[in-house]
Nanobody
Framework: QVQLVESGGGLVQAGGSLTLSCAASGGPFRAYPMGWFRQAPGKEREFVAA????????YYADSVKGRFTISRDNAKKTVYLQMNSLKPEDTAVYYCAADKNLYTINYSAYSTYDYWGQGTQVTVSS
């Protein structure tokens, strides 16, 4: 059973930066495309970023493009989300997710992913 554990969330002022980490265990991490999603209070979970299993391609929601960077270290079984120029509207619980299929058609779809972490809170104050 694959387990994902996020860390790195916290409170930051607008314009600041945070780096989230997601550590995986229990599965062939290097074979999993990975994604980050977020959910703000009263809103649906939305796609933030994704990365292929090789790390060769990345995908971003328009709202974070140019500010967030997803990366992975397969040796450490960890995926990262570097978040810069944070805005109050980035406030949400951030979740990482893993797709057990080597190749993914729709990286931004919630239904693509098979395993989810418990989430980490990010709060951006104005």
């Amino acid at each position: 059973q694959v387990q994902l554990v996020e860390s790195g969330g916290g409170l930051v002022q607008a314009g600041g930066s945070l780096t989230l980490s997601c550590a995986a265990s229990g599965g062939p991490f290097r074979a999993y495309p990975m994604g980050w999603f977020r959910q703000a209070p009263g809103k649906e979970r939305e796609f933030v970023a994704a990365i292929t299993w090789t790390g060769g391609s990345t995908y971003y929601a328009d709202s974070v493009k140019g500010r967030f960077t997803i990366s992975r270290d397969n040796a450490k079984k960890t995926v990262y989300l570097q978040m810069n120029s944070l805005k109050p509207e980035d406030t949400a619980v951030y979740y990482c997710a893993a797709d057990k299929n080597l190749y993914t058609i729709n990286y931004s779809a919630y239904s693509t992913y098979d395993y989810w972490g418990q989430g980490t809170q990010v709060t951006v104050s104005s």
